[in-house]
């Protein structure tokens, strides 16, 4: 069984080259773009014609020139030199082990229902176990320094998660 190839990538020497190339005509309208890329392909022609062997080697099926123009025209082009800084986590704050544990016990006994639903399941939950939540939020605002919206969609998101990962 042969793997099927669906991306066909360029080498990194030529693709430095298209590079260039793009960010030289970065700004140029199409037209100039277009008489730019028919100059480079004259003056480059050997490595374009290696690239295009290897590309039909790996079972390119296309036209590689036209390949090379759509890249440096439409992605190259338009690809940032600027490296992005990673994202920071935030740090993930849980629910006590008992408030977890209190939840999966309702969920459980609140699937039985036969007009069972998340939402209105977790309704109950909020009613029945109110002294349990009232001491969980109190931790939630104190240690964890959370404001009442996010405490509030925390709860319910849980919840939420609870009833989904044992269901679904």
Known sequence: MSNTTFRFKFTDQFQEELNAFSKLHRYDNRHDFKNAWHIWLEENSSIVENESKIL???????????KMYKSARYYFRKKSDKSKDPKRRRKYISLENNMITLIDNHIMNSVRSATFKPSTAFDLFCKKFSREITTEIIRLYSHENMNESEISTKFKKTYKNRYFQKFR
């Not at 039909?56 to 036209?66: L, R």
């Open 56 to 66: 039909k080697a790996h079972g390119y099926s296309g036209y590689p020139p036209d």
